[in-house]
C-alpha cells in the first residue's frame, strides 16, 4: 500500500545533494548533545529547504529541540 503512495505521485520524496553534507554535518554537530542523527538532519535541511515548519512524526523529543533555520520551531504532527 505505502508503495501505491509513493507511486501515485502524491508524495514527492526530497534530494540530498553531495553539496548538502557539509550542512548536514554543521547540524549534526550543533545538535550533538541531542544527538541528531543523519536522518533526522536531512529532515531538518529539507524542512530550510522547502520553508516547511510542519512534521509527522513520532519524535517528540528532538523535534521539540530542532528549529528550521535556528530559530523556527516544528509544528509536531500527531498532536499529543
Same mark, same amino acid.
Given at each position: 500500500?505505502?508503495?501505491?503512495?509513493?507511486? +501515485?505521485?502524491?508524495?514527492?520524496?526530497g534530494?540530498?545533494? @553531495?553539496?548538502?553534507? +557539509?550542512?548536514?554535518? &554543521?547540524?549534526? @554537530?550543533?545538535?550533538?548533545?541531542? =544527538?541528531m542523527?543523519? &536522518?533526522?538532519? @536531512?529532515?531538518?535541511?529539507?524542512?530550510?529547504?522547502? +520553508?516547511? #515548519? #510542519?512534521?509527522? #512524526?513520532?519524535?517528540?523529543?528532538?523535534? +521539540? #529541540?530542532?528549529?528550521?533555520?535556528?530559530?523556527? $520551531?516544528? $509544528?509536531?504532527? =500527531?498532536?499529543?
Amino acid at each position: 500500500m505505502a508503495w501505491k503512495f509513493v507511486r +501515485s505521485g502524491a508524495l514527492v520524496l526530497g534530494e540530498i545533494l @553531495t553539496r548538502d553534507l +557539509s550542512e548536514l554535518h &554543521a547540524l549534526m @554537530t550543533k545538535y550533538a548533545d541531542c =544527538p541528531m542523527d543523519y &536522518a533526522d538532519a @536531512t529532515l531538518v535541511l529539507l524542512a530550510k529547504r522547502e +520553508s516547511l #515548519t #510542519t512534521i509527522l #512524526t513520532i519524535d517528540h523529543r528532538d523535534f +521539540s #529541540t530542532y528549529r528550521v533555520d535556528g530559530r523556527k $520551531q516544528f $509544528q509536531i504532527l =500527531p498532536v499529543r
